[in-house]
């Protein structure tokens, strides 16, 4: 629900990109002739038995799931169950927001900047961990359950968030959450900031920035650096990890209207790192709901 929920707190799609979706579904055979452009964020829940055709693109030279969710959202369910090489061919549109078919019938490239939002099991029954329920696993059980999910992919991974099960007040109460047009403005408001620090670059967003330029868009503190370069070491985390916290933690501060990343914000960043540590250690017992960077 909350997956599916991501495309409507989006900001609207540029023209630019409208052109790009509507080329990529036509590509696809997904575009009736005449058709108008495609003007909603996708959003593609592939099942966990897509074939390596189907998730980058097939020998026929047309787009798979990974293009075929450019600007918006790409949602594996049950992300342990997807065949293992499947998941290890998104590592690289994940860094290079693209995806090069080879095949006999030629070379082509496809967009693939999505937002990739994927949902696991604390174990193999799903209840370890829980509070009423019993769980049935054994920790070898679990161990081979999470190793499914590879270190360099957890690593691409911005967002690690454990999820705790829902009460029975929670899912019978009938108090209204805040509506996404409501976090929608502030999404956008947060974009029209990075927008504005990106002026007469091709960078759009916190996402698109590499190396050296996320410390200079960052514009750390130094309580922040100190903060940041102490965990990194505690947690023995990778160059890759280190941006991604340091593009996370620009993105909170821009939500919150600051000119630059302070403490409390990388304090907040690192805090997302957290199950893939778990992970290494056989896990914390909740579900996991993970988000990678793209378009936000």
Not at 8 to 26: F, K, Y
Not at 82 to 97: A, D, I, N, Y
Request: glycine share 10%.
């Amino acid at each position: 629900m909350l997956a599916s929920r991501l495309p409507g707190i989006l900001p609207a799609m540029t023209h630019g990109e409208c052109l790009d979706v509507s080329r990529i579904h036509s590509a696809a055979g997904l575009r009736p002739p005449g058709a108008g452009l495609v003007t909603t964020r996708p959003f593609r829940a592939p099942h966990h038995s897509v074939s390596a055709a189907g998730m980058v693109g097939s020998a026929l030279l047309r787009p798979g799931e990974a293009s075929l969710a450019h600007t918006g959202v790409l949602f594996l369910d049950e992300l342990p169950e997807f065949q293992r090489h499947v998941l290890e061919l998104l590592r690289g549109p994940m860094e290079t927001r693209s995806v090069t078919l080879s095949r006999a019938l030629g070379t082509v490239t496809f967009p693939a900047a999505f937002s990739l939002v994927a949902a696991a099991n604390p174990c193999p029954c799903g209840f370890r961990g829980h509070p009423r329920r019993p769980c049935n696993c054994g920790d070898e059980a679990v161990r081979r359950y999470l190793a499914r999910m590879s270190g360099p992919l957890l690593d691409r991974i911005d967002m690690h968030v454990e999820l705790a099960p829902v009460g029975t007040d929670e899912i019978v109460g009938c108090t209204p959450g805040e509506p996404s047009a409501a976090v929608r403005a502030r999404v956008a408001e947060a974009r029209a900031v990075q927008q504005r620090r990106y002026a007469g670059t091709d960078r759009r967003c916190n996402a698109d920035l590499t190396g050296e330029e996320v410390r200079t868009a960052a514009m750390a503190s130094p309580e922040a650096q100190s903060l940041l370069r102490h965990w990194v070491d505690a947690l023995a985390l990778s160059g890759r990890a280190h941006a991604r916290i340091l593009k996370v933690a620009r993105t909170i501060a821009d939500l919150e209207g600051a000119h630059r990343v302070e403490r409390p914000h990388v304090a907040e960043a690192v805090q997302y790192r957290g199950v893939e540590r778990d992970a290494a250690e056989q896990g914390s017992g909740r579900g996991l709901l993970a988000v990678a960077g793209g378009r936000s």
